[in-house]
């Protein structure tokens, strides 16, 4: 019953859906579950890299970013007043 709650849960889950076939004893369903959850994770991790890779596209924005963090560090570390750091900014 357990791996049966396991199964069904994990092709809910990942949205592979509830196809005309399907495991029929224990043994396909073990194997049907993890291959469900690898497939899962592989397309987690692609859909991350894609992400990452989309959000690095803009190099002018990513060199903006970084000089306004290192910008707002110095000023932080030397102490500045608050309306002297909004008028640099």
Same mark, same amino acid.
């Given at each position: /019953?357990? /791996? $049966?709650?396991?199964?069904?849960?994990?092709?809910? &889950?990942?949205?592979?859906?509830?196809? @005309?076939?399907?495991?029929? %004893? $224990?043994?396909?369903? !073990?194997?049907?579950?993890? !291959?469900? &959850?690898?497939?899962? *994770?592989?397309?987690?991790?692609? /859909?991350?890299?894609?992400?990452?890779?989309?959000? %690095? /596209?803009?190099? @002018?924005?990513? $060199?903006? +970013?970084?000089?306004? @963090?290192? *910008? %707002? *560090?110095? !000023?932080?570390? +030397?102490? !500045?007043?608050? @309306?002297?750091? +909004? +008028? &640099?900014?």
């Amino acid at each position: /019953l357990y /791996l $049966t709650c396991m199964y069904f849960t994990s092709y809910t &889950i990942t949205s592979v859906g509830y196809g @005309d076939i399907g495991p029929v %004893n $224990t043994v396909e369903m !073990m194997i049907c579950t993890v !291959m469900i &959850i690898i497939s899962g *994770l592989s397309w987690a991790v692609v /859909l991350g890299q894609v992400c990452g890779i989309v959000s %690095n /596209l803009d190099t @002018d924005e990513q $060199t903006f +970013r970084s000089t306004m @963090d290192e *910008l %707002n *560090l110095m !000023m932080h570390d +030397r102490a !500045m007043r608050k @309306d002297m750091q +909004r +008028r &640099i900014r």
